[in-house]
């Protein structure tokens, strides 16, 4: 069982940075996580992910350049580092962790077994 707790969302002009936390309590070693998100109206859409093991990391295309995500071992913790957002990054961001042994991370939220409750991130132009 993991559980998944998000915060660091709030409201950030355009050209701001934010950086996104996801405490992780249970067993990860295998799992790899996950940050997607969802604006009203939208599918929720794949952001980054990071492979808890190898630290092997997975951006969106569409992001690519602004983002960073990483993962700290010692607090059991997923981070998302945001630079340079734009309104259209607006949404409801969810951390979510899928057992996935092989491979590259999953891009389709259907794949990921546990999920956080989300933070608001709002930019504003």
């Known amino acids: 069982q993991v559980q998944l707790v998000e915060s660091g969302g709030g409201l950030v002009q355009a050209g701001g940075s934010l950086r996104l936390s996801c405490a992780v309590s249970?067993?990860?070693?295998?799992?790899?996580m996950g940050w997607f998100r969802q604006a009203p109206g939208k599918e929720r859409e794949f952001v980054a992910a990071?492979?808890?093991?190898?630290?092997?990391?997975y951006y969106a295309d569409s992001m690519k350049g602004r983002l960073t995500i990483s993962r700290d071992n010692a607090k059991n913790a997923v981070y998302l580092q945001m630079n340079s957002l734009k309104p259209e990054d607006t949404a409801v961001y969810y951390c979510?962790?899928?057992?996935?042994?092989?491979?590259?991370?999953?891009?389709?939220?259907?794949?990921?077994?546990?999920w956080g409750q989300g933070t608001q991130v709002t930019v504003s132009s």
């Open positions: 249970g067993r990860t070693n295998n799992y790899v």
């Open positions: 990071v492979r808890w093991s190898s630290s092997s990391t």
């Open positions: 979510a962790a899928d057992l996935h042994l092989f491979g590259p991370a999953p891009r389709t939220w259907t794949s990921y077994d546990y």
